[in-house]
Structure formats: structure tokens, C-alpha cells
């Protein structure tokens, strides 16, 4: 069996058998770094994956700190969206509309809900395992720092522009892409291939096989997209210039340094920020308020409208009322007085979609098919899966 090396420093090579080839000079030793003259005699200590550990450490900390600042916590326990915002949540309408490119350093570091941060750990640690002692520290850092930041350009042109996300499985994908490439390695026995093929499998085609369908629903796939893109040409660059992953110091604190500072660059905009967003959220509906069915969003459609008359979802609940009591004309006036607000609305994306849907049909009911057909057009060509499939039953996505 072949004595792995792969990534690893401090492991030394098998005694040469003897031969009568001319004996080389001897090459000067060169000093050993810090983590070498701490982890390199200790093999244990060496596979430990330190960086791992902190990474989820990490995470854990930020996720505290977003639910201390919450405005509101929903009921399945998902963090208000508009906390989300005022914490650092990236869309393309808030980066690029708004031109607050600082939330790219931080949507990856923050998550939506306590199961959004455990899967999100429990797949890192399983890849961290395996990836970082294979690999090193310091690739480690740079695959994950540029995976977060290619996850984030993949989310950004590839989700409609009302779309708003947070979380680092972008990061995360790109490790998961980064171990299938190194699983490769041909000093790696047949079990440590397997068993790292398996693993970056087992993780990575849920991740990215829902691509290939249009990868609609609530979660970010053009992240992991991006994320795996910059996580596998990172993992094959040291294979394709013909040096090894040693070549870059396993020593991970340029690279974390780097990637920290940067953050809390990101983190003094989003303060500078915080108080303006927090003060708009008040004038709508909190996360823990929302109706649970259609039959409540009706029944209580007007408490909600006299409350927060900006927020564009009570109106689309006022609308569904007047269409629970066949009054289409004024249905439709509260869809377009929906669809209005949505427009200013940092949060409305998704509610103006839902609107210009519902006024598609509404209009196909008032017997008006081609405004329908013109209505959902824009619709149609979002990548919104669960509004698609409301227009395609009536037939206005053909």
C-alpha cells in the first residue's frame, strides 16, 4: 500500500532500497513552520480538523448574535426577512439596485433559521473531516472564503432580482466540489478513495443535480452552483501546474486574516445600516404575525390592511377576500394597489410576483386573456416554481 502524503507535511518518505546510482548531496533541511513543529509529530493532532471546528464554532456565534437582533422570529422558527436584511442578506435588488456590495462579505455568514444552520454544520463538519487534513489549512481557508464569494456572484445572477438570501452553503459546495476532485489523489488507497467519493456525492448531488430542473424553490442553487465552480478549479489548479497543495503554507492565517477583516468591513456597513432598516420594518406585518392558511388571510384581511396599509402583503390578503366573495373589480384594485407598494419594497420581491400572478388570473377570469397572457409573461420567465405552476394550470405559461 502506497504511504499517503497527499497534503500533508511533516510525513516522511519510505527508506529507499539500495542501489548503485551515485549517492546525491544531501539537501539542507529548512525550518519548520509553527504548525509543523506543533502538529507534525503528532499524526492524531495533525488530522484533527482545527479550522473545521472554528469555521462551525463560528457560525454557531453569528447565528446567536442574528437572534438577539431580530425584529421577529416566526413560528416554524425562521428569522424575520426583514432582520435578515438589516443583518446583511444579499439580492440582487439590494446589491446591485441599491448598490450595498458590502452584503456579499456577509450573507454567507448568516442563516434564516436554527435547521438552516445545523444542516448547513452537520455537512461541514462531514467534508471538513475529510477535505482538511487531506488537503491542508490553507487551501482549505482560500477554497472557502472564494467559494462564499463565487456562491454569492452564482445567487446574484441566477435568482430573480426580488430574491433575498442568506446562508454558506455556497462555501460549504465548494469544499464538497473541492474534495471530489482531490479524492483523486493517486497515492490515496482504494477505501479513502471510496469513502471520499461518498461523501462529496452523498452532499453534492442534492446540491447541484436540481440545476438541471430549473432549481426553483426556497433554496439558493445558484450558490451552490457558483460555489462549486470556484471550490473544483481551485482543487485541480495544483494538478494542473504541476505542484502540490504543500505548495501554499498549511498555515491558514493569511488567508482567515484576509477574509475576517474583510467581514468586519462588511459588518461597520451593515451597522451604519441597521438603524434605517429596523425603523422601516415597523410599518409592516412581523414574521410571527403571518396567517397559517388562505381562509385566515382572508378572515383577517382588514385589521391587517388598517394596520400596515404599506405592507403590500395585506393587500394581496385583502384581494383574496374580495375574491372568496366573487367581487373581482375590487380584487383587482387591491392586487395592483399590491403590486405598487411591492415595487418599493425591499422585501416585496416575491409578493410582487405572487401579485402580478394573481392579477394574471383574475384578469383570465374577467374574461380579458391577452392583458392575462401579457401580465404573466414576466412571471413565466422567473425562476419561481410554486408561481409557475399556478399560471401553468390555467394555461398562461404555454
Known sequence: MATNTFGRRGVVAPTPRASFQPVAAPIAPRPLSSEET???????????????????????????????????????????????????????????????????????????????????CVALFIVGVRLEPLIGRGWFSLIFVA?????????????????VGVGASGAITGLIAALFVASFEPEADADQTISRLKTSLFFGVPALLPLAFGASGNVNYYAH????????????????????????????????????????????????????????????????????STREMASRSTDFVNRYPKDPRAHLFRAIYFIEQNSL????????????????????????????????????????????KAMAAEVCRAKLGEVRRMLDKTKLCG
Open 38 to 120: 506543533l502538529f507534525g509529530e503528532n499524526k492524531l493532532l495533525a488530522d484533527i480538523p482545527f479550522l473545521t471546528i472554528a469555521l462551525i464554532f463560528g457560525l454557531v456565534l453569528i447565528f446567536a448574535l442574528q437572534r438577539s437582533l431580530a425584529i421577529d422570529i416566526a413560528r416554524d422558527g425562521s428569522l424575520d426577512v426583514r432582520s435578515l436584511i438589516a443583518q446583511g442578506a444579499s439580492g440582487y435588488d439590494l446589491v446591485v439596485g441599491r448598490n450595498e456590495w458590502w452584503r456579499i462579505g456577509l450573507a454567507p455568514l448568516l442563516h434564516g433559521s436554527q435547521g438552516h444552520l445545523i444542516g448547513n
Open 147 to 163: 467559494s462564499a464569494l463565487a456562491g454569492e456572484a452564482g445567487s446574484l445572477l441566477g435568482n430573480g432580482p426580488g430574491s
Open 225 to 292: 452552483g457558483g460555489g462549486a465552480l470556484a471550490g473544483a478549479a481551485l482543487a485541480i489548479t495544483p494538478w494542473l501546474a504541476f505542484w502540490s497543495y504543500d505548495s501554499l503554507p498549511r498555515s491558514a492565517g493569511m488567508v482567515l486574516l484576509g477574509g475576517f477583516a474583510g467581514s468586519l468591513i462588511c459588518a461597520g456597513f451593515a451597522a451604519a445600516h441597521y438603524r434605517s432598516y429596523i425603523a422601516d420594518a415597523g410599518q409592516y406585518m412581523r414574521a410571527s404575525e403571518m396567517p397559517a
Open 329 to 372: 373589480g375590487p380584487a383587482e384594485t387591491e392586487v395592483q394597489t399590491a403590486m405598487s407598494l411591492a415595487t418599493s419594497d425591499v422585501a416585496g420581491g416575491s409578493v410582487r410576483s405572487v401579485a402580478q400572478a394573481l392579477l394574471a388570473q383574475l384578469l383570465l377570469a374577467r374574461g380579458r386573456s391577452s392583458e392575462a
